[in-house]
């Protein structure tokens, strides 16, 4: 079953907006969540990545919030652009950190 | 380019046909993964090598997918007797010791 859930499927969101994507996990085990970036045809890229010792972090455009009690992390994109059109994934793993479990995916349209 | 290549980019093939991909990952990391990812989903962890020791293979990998990493640098990913269900695009990914998988741009596998 999908360890990771991630919403909404799609996002709509003028430039200059902060579209913001949540995902929510089940497995307390899970201590490294980050998000990728994909474009069509391309395979997926990192972008900012989290773990569970810190509730925000930011990397340029890109801030994580994490909850831990809620089990819930978000991707928030600031002063957004055409250019970040594009599908985003959450992603999450254990410690001993090979597999990472993946949303669906969010697609992303900002509009110009 | 430094980054994670995969070859080929595309392949078409007839139902019954074997098919190999190969990944070269970054090079001095020492973990690499197959993911597949299909349309419309994220990418789902196939199995995962660390130096040239398969060391996880997810229940999707079937007995027609072999996956193999000689001398511990690139891989290949086999499958026998291909099926319309084997249609995707399959993922590699590498890393050094952590958690942060970088993606290769996929190969796009279409079985007809």
């Known amino acids: 079953q999908q360890q990771v859930k991630q919403s909404p499927q799609s996002l709509i969101v003028q430039k200059g907006g902060i579209p913001i994507i949540n995902c929510a996990y089940e497995n307390t085990a899970f201590d490294y969540f980050p998000w990728y970036q994909q474009f069509p045809g391309k395979g997926p890229a990192l972008l900012i990545a989290i773990r569970p010792d810190v509730s925000e972090k930011k990397e340029g455009r890109f801030t994580i919030s994490f909850n831990k009690s809620a089990k819930q992390f978000s991707l928030h994109i600031m002063d957004s652009q055409p250019g970040d059109s594009a599908t985003y994934f959450c992603?999450?793993?254990?410690?001993?950190?090979?597999?990472?479990?993946f949303g669906k995916g969010t697609s992303l349209l900002v509009t110009p | 380019d430094t980054g994670v290549s995969q070859n080929p980019r595309h392949k078409i093939t007839k139902r019954g046909q074997n098919v190999t991909f190969r990944c070269d990952p970054i090079?001095?990391?020492?973990?690499l993964y197959w993911y597949r990812q299909t349309l419309g989903q994220g990418p789902e962890f196939l199995t995962y090598?660390?130096?040239?020791?398969?060391?996880?293979k997810s229940r999707l990998l079937s007995d027609r997918f072999s996956a193999e990493r000689p001398k511990g640098s690139f891989s290949t990913l086999e499958i026998q007797r291909t099926e319309q269900g084997d249609s995707a695009m399959y993922l590699c990914?590498?890393?050094?010791?952590?958690?942060?998988?970088?993606f290769g741009p996929g190969t796009r596998l279409t079985v007809t």
């Open positions: 090598f660390q130096n040239e020791a398969q060391l996880e």
């Open positions: 090079s001095e990391h020492n973990r």
């Open positions: 992603a999450a793993s254990e410690p001993s950190g090979y597999a990472l479990n």
């Open positions: 990914a590498s890393s050094f010791l952590g958690n942060e998988q970088y």
